[in-house]
């Protein structure tokens, strides 16, 4: 599979996430609003993804000898919760004064380096699932889409299947459809499918049901911000999935390229939650009816078996490389 994002001719070349499973498009986006309402509205999503857009769309600015600055801060703040984005604008914006051409390379260097992070990433936490697991094949829960269209390529947390895969160690993965945007009925399942690994689609509210059942070996997710003591913001609902996982006893494995860890933040109080309109509940309640809609919540360190980026296994505080420098 292609990139979900890349550099193309002038212009920022994405995967629109917004269009699948019915259909395959690519959207050619040549100016930083369309990047920034790409972002809001889904279109190209995942913190890592979100690391090269944020990238992109500063060297988008500087070739077309826009105000950089100003580009870069609001692609910087399109999405609050995704520190990766924010990351990838700076890293992108520390080449400005070399040049346009410098800071379009940092930003494909960023692309480069993605795939080869994830598959470490994933390859240090498939070493934990394996030592955390004696079942063999397994049965491995999966929420919200950490896969390679939460990226630049390969993925995270559902980079973990595919390298488990690759040695036939799986029997299945119960996909959560993840309310209220259905990444995980539409976006995971299609990547499980694209890849032929054998999988089921469940509502959110089955996870618990299924681990009661002995139908999951261990639960797999992203991350969108990591604070440094190891609490994690992801996808709304990992927290209940975290909770329902630490009664049942089975693992909760997190991975995320280093980039997402925010050592700014003492814990996960201080991580901004995105809320999204009500309307996208609302559409079969009583007429107005109030809505509580958030995008993100957080899941406390004592709940998480592991967090894991390419830098190493962390059972707790979770270190990060200056997020000044490349990763």
């Not at 609490?231 to 280093?258: C, M, Q, R, W």
């Given at each position: ?20 499973p019915g ?47 100003q ?8 999405r609050?919760?995704?520190v ?14 070399q040049?346009k ?45 950490a ?8 993925g ?6 595919w ?11 119960l996909?959560?459809e ?7 009925a ?6 499980l ?6 999988y089921?689609?469940q ?23 990591i604070?440094?003591?190891g609490?994690?913001?992801n ?21 995320a ?43 406390p360190s004592?709940?998480i ?9 962390f059972r707790?505080?979770v270190?990060s ?7």
């Amino acid at each position: 599979m292609r990139r979900t994002i890349d550099w193309g001719d002038g212009s920022v070349v994405i995967i629109d996430q917004t269009a699948l499973p019915g259909e395959f498009r690519l959207l050619e986006l040549d100016t930083v609003a369309g990047l920034v309402d790409a972002v809001k509205r889904l279109a190209v999503r995942g913190a890592p993804a979100l690391g090269a857009a944020g990238a992109l769309g500063v060297a988008l600015s500087a070739h077309q000898n826009r105000d950089v600055r100003q580009d870069a801060e609001l692609l910087a703040t399109a999405r609050p919760t995704a520190v990766n984005l924010a990351w990838g604008v700076e890293r992108a914006l520390g080449k400005l004064a070399q040049g346009k051409d410098a800071v379009l390379a940092e930003a494909l260097a960023l692309l480069d380096e993605d795939e080869l992070l994830n598959k470490t990433a994933s390859k240090h936490a498939a070493e934990v699932v394996l030592a955390e697991c004696p079942r063999r094949p397994l049965r491995l829960l999966s929420h919200c889409n950490a896969g390679r269209l939460a990226t630049v390529g390969w993925g995270s947390a559902l980079g973990v299947v595919w390298h488990l895969h690759e040695q036939g160690l799986v029997e299945e993965v119960l996909v959560d459809e993840t309310r209220p945007l259905l990444q995980g009925a539409r976006l995971t399942a299609w990547e499980l499918a694209q890849a032929q690994v054998p999988y089921r689609v469940q509502p959110d509210g089955a996870a618990a049901a299924a681990m009661a059942r002995g139908m999951v070996d261990c639960v797999l997710v992203g991350a969108d911000r990591i604070a440094a003591n190891g609490d994690v913001a992801n996808k709304i609902g990992t927290y209940g999935l975290a909770i329902a996982a630490k009664h049942h006893e089975i693992p909760f494995v997190v991975v995320a390229p280093s980039s997402t860890v925010d050592s700014t933040l003492a814990d996960g109080t201080g991580i901004t939650i995105e809320e999204r309109d009500a309307g996208e509940l609302t559409e079969h309640t009583p007429e107005g009816a109030r809505a509580f809609n958030p995008a993100f919540d957080v899941t406390p360190s004592a709940l998480i078996t592991a967090v894991v980026t390419e830098e190493g296994i962390f059972r707790g505080e979770v270190r990060s490389r200056d997020r000044r420098r490349s990763p």
